[in-house]
């Protein structure tokens, strides 16, 4: 079958780093996409990888690695406005979207 | 402004009647799709359409109808709701279905309470 794991919940503190994690076993493999969810909102997309590396958008870096089913999504300088759940989603062999379940990050002063 | 549009944004109902939540947007994606959301089971997907008449089942379809009549549309249809379906539903949609490049955007949410 196919699965993505995330850890349910995370807490960070404010300015700190954190790194999200996300694993994955799918009928192949056409990208990975990070969302952000704020409680009762849509999702809003952050990120689209589909080669190895790191890609680095502002605050926010993600990264990939086909060989080994595994993506992060890095958070700096954390804000309190960062507190939302974080969605991996992986792209099957018939572009079809894997979803995580998500992960809550808590941001604390 | 680009945007998903859901109604109604909430809705509590009694199990068995029918009800409609419509779904529009204003990008000229082909692609749609409807979700389910549910505490600790992420996303799950109801209905897709590649573009107009074509639809397809997703991962939960059970319970639930959709129909593209025009590009723009893509209303679920509950015909007989049950207590299991108390969701929150997202609608989203994306330029293309056939390429992975291309993110979704969603509508703000339908919030369904069936008793």
Redesign the interface.
């Known amino acids: 079958g196919q699965n993505i794991d995330q850890p349910t919940e995370m807490t960070a503190t404010e300015g700190a780093i954190v790194q999200i994690n996300c694993t994955y076993q799918t009928s192949g493999f056409n990208g990975l996409f990070w969302y952000q969810q704020h409680a009762g909102e849509a999702p809003t997309f952050l990120s689209y990888n589909v080669l190895d590396g790191l890609e680095e958008k502002g605050r926010f870096s993600s990264f990939l690695s086909r060989s080994k089913g595994y993506s992060y999504l890095l958070l700096k300088e954390l804000q309190m406005k960062d507190s939302a759940s974080y969605l991996c989603a992986v792209v099957d062999s018939n572009y079809q979207l894997i979803w995580g379940a998500g992960t809550k990050l808590i941001i604390k002063p | 402004e680009a945007q998903v549009t859901q109604n109604p944004r909430y809705l509590i109902t009694v199990t068995g009647k029918k009800l409609t939540v419509t779904c529009s947007q204003n990008m000229n994606h082909e692609y749609m799709s409807w979700y389910r959301q549910d505490p600790?089971?992420?996303?799950?997907?109801i209905y897709?359409s590649m573009n107009v008449e074509v639809t397809d089942k997703g991962d939960v379809p059970e319970g639930y109808k959709v129909s593209r009549k025009e590009k723009r549309n893509f209303p679920l249809i509950l015909e007989s709701p049950s207590p299991n379906q108390t969701s929150?539903y997202?609608c989203a949609s994306s330029l293309t279905?056939?390429?992975?490049?291309y993110?979704?955007?969603?509508?703000?949410?339908t919030r369904l309470t069936v008793t």
């Open positions: 600790g089971l992420g996303l799950r997907q897709y929150l997202f279905g056939t390429s992975a490049a993110e979704q955007y969603f509508g703000p949410g």
